[in-house]
Each structure stands twice: as C-alpha cells, then as structure tokens.
C-alpha cells in the first residue's frame, strides 16, 4: 500500500466535467486522486496537463463498459489502497440531436453505458468504499425533465422508496425493449434515451443510498446524484451557459462534504442545492 492511504476516483475524467472535477479534487482533497479515462493515451496526455499545473494525479485505464477493466481497477484500488475513499462516477455518453442512429439504437447504447455501466462499477467499487466515504453519480437535470413526461405509473415507480435494484433494472430492460418494439411512448415513456439513461442513474442512487443507511449505518457513507449543470463539453456543445470548472463545482462539493457531514444522502443535488424529486 502507498504511504498515502486516502484516495479519490473520478470515471471519465480526461476531459470536460471530469478533467475539471479531477483537478479540484487534487486541490483540495488530502489524498491521491486517480484520473481513470478509457483511452490511456488520452489519459495520460490529461495526467500530464495537470502535472504541468503542479499537481499530481494518478492515472488508470478504466473502459466502463468492459467488466474486466472495472475489475482490474478494483483489484488495483484494493491493493494499492485497500479501499476507496471517494467515488465520482463521471463517464457517460449521449448521442447529439441531429445523429442519424434509429431511436432504439440510441437507447440500448446509451443505456448500456449511462446506466448499466455505471451499476457495474457500483457493483464492484461500493463495497471498496471506507468509512466517511463519499459517492457522486453523475446525473442530470434532463432525469427530472424525462420523469415528468413519463406516465403516472411510471412516475410513482421511480419516484418509491422502496423500489429495489432489481425493479428498477428491469424498468431500464423494458424501456430498451420498448424503443425496439417502437411503442415506447405508448407505454409511458418519454422520448429520450439521454434522459430515461439518467432516470435510473437517479433512482439507483437513492436505492444505493438506503442500503448502505440499511447494511453499513455507523459508517456515514453519503452518497449522492446530481446535476453538474448545462456545461460547454464535447456532448453538451459550446452553447451551453457553464464552463467545466463551474460545472465542477457541485460534484466536488458532494465528493468533499466533511466528515461529520450527516447529508444530504441519497438525493438529488444541483447547483449545492437538493432537489425535490
């Protein structure tokens, strides 16, 4: 193990949202933080952009989408630093308005990595995550956007304490299916991938949040999604209102809530603020 026992991962972190949430993090946060991107070239060029700052990340290859990088990563966290302090699940994809893919190819791709993706990594990391540690997923304004256009059940579904992992993966399955069928809309769904993919980044979030409440409760794990805003990046375009640094700003906010911080957790945050969902 390093010396330094502390450490924080941002997923998707060699630009944008991520880049600047890495270089907060390593401003601010009293540990290592790991710059993990898919392409390792680009995530070193990254690592090597921040060092010329004076600051100091590590870098590791992470393709979300492959079980066997998230594993790799895993094993490096566990026996580099026997844990995991913060989580910042930052990776994501979204197709642009104009991109010619058919609709229910958008969905299943950009399902596949937003949400079940994301699970995946959950899935391996969550129980790597220390006491006081701290868990930022990624979601979006759009999530509350796309709830409201989806039918009153589907609604009432999403919006249940009690809704399990396993209710909600075959939500986010049936939705794909749905869009291959194209009857998506006629089963209550609104007509965005994007914003159906961050639905269930949400809602795992506040499902994740109530079983660590349930199965770890002295530990004051706070985890958390939010809302960085409408951020100027290669997916969102140069129109949008934020830079990177500001749309840093509520993820790095979650991911250093100090330790005798008692929320909020499982929520949903933008611009520091929880949001009714």
């Not at 209550?188 to 980044?201: D, E, L, M, Q, R």
């Amino acid at each position: 193990m390093t010396s330094c026992s502390r450490v924080a991962l941002v997923t998707g972190a060699n630009k944008g949202i991520g880049f600047a949430i890495t270089r907060e993090l390593c401003r601010h946060f009293s540990g290592d933080v790991v710059l993990a991107a898919r392409d390792a070239e680009r995530g070193r060029a990254a690592v090597q952009q921040l060092q010329t700052e004076g600051l100091n990340p590590r870098f590791h290859q992470l393709d979300i989408d492959d079980p066997q990088s998230i594993r790799a990563l895993r094993d490096f966290l566990r026996r580099e630093y026997g844990g995991l302090d913060v989580l910042v699940n930052n990776a994501g994809i979204a197709f642009k308005n104009a991109d010619p893919t058919p609709f229910h190819i958008q969905a299943e791709v950009t399902l596949k990595t937003n949400f079940f993706s994301t699970r995946n990594i959950c899935t391996e990391l969550l129980p790597l995550i220390k006491p006081q540690g701290r868990v930022v997923n990624v979601s979006s304004m759009v999530s509350v956007r796309a709830l409201k256009s989806c039918s009153p059940e589907l609604q009432q579904k999403f919006r249940s304490d009690t809704i399990t992992e396993e209710e909600l993966v075959a939500l986010m399955n049936k939705f794909v299916e749905d869009t291959e069928k194209g009857v998506h809309q006629k089963e209550g769904w609104p007509n965005t991938a994007y914003g159906v993919s961050k639905i269930g980044v949400t809602v795992l979030s506040r499902i994740y949040a109530r079983n660590l409440s349930a199965q770890r409760p002295g530990d004051k794990i706070l985890l958390n999604a939010c809302c960085p805003g409408w951020v100027r990046t290669d997916m969102a375009g140069p129109k949008a209102t934020k830079s990177p640094e500001e749309g840093a700003e509520t993820p790095v906010y979650l991911a250093l809530l100090p330790s005798d911080a008692e929320g909020p957790h499982g929520e949903f945050v933008s611009e520091k603020k929880v949001e009714p969902w």
